[in-house]
């Protein structure tokens, strides 16, 4: 088992950054490809981005490229996303997730997932 919690959220402006962080227990993340999720009110829970193993791959979806940056540290545990000119169309809970296997964007293929954490973007 795999335990995740994310921290960083907050209340920020318009074209400003956070970084998040997924801090995990019970088991080390070599093994897992790690992603960020995310879900706005009212609309299905959709892909982030996700890095491979060892962080040499990452993936980005498209609304995001150029803005988010994935990264991870085996050696503590950590798994980021730093945000940068941030909109509100980002505001939304952030989910971290991890899962065995190969790489997948789409969320049902994740094991498993942090509580979340609300980032919220003002205009």
């Known amino acids: 088992q795999v335990q995740l919690v994310e921290s960083g959220g907050g209340l920020v402006q318009a074209g400003g950054s956070l970084r998040l962080s997924c801090a995990a227990s019970?088991?080390?993340?070599?093994?897992?490809?790690m992603g960020w999720f995310r879900q706005a009110p009212g609309k299905e829970r959709e892909f982030v981005a996700a890095?491979?193993?060892?962080?040499?791959?990452?993936y980005a979806a498209d609304s995001v490229k150029g803005r988010f940056t994935i990264s991870r540290d085996n050696a503590v545990n950590m798994v980021y996303l730093q945000m940068k000119s941030l909109k509100p169309e980002d505001t939304a809970i952030y989910y971290c997730?991890?899962?065995?296997?190969?790489?997948?964007?789409?969320?049902?293929?994740?094991?498993?997932w942090g509580p979340g954490t609300q980032v919220t973007v003002s205009s």
């Open positions: 890095i491979t193993y060892g962080g040499g791959t990452t």
């Open positions: 997730a991890a899962r065995l296997g190969a790489m997948a964007t789409r969320a049902p293929a994740y094991d498993y």
């Open positions: 019970g088991r080390s993340l070599n093994s897992y490809i």
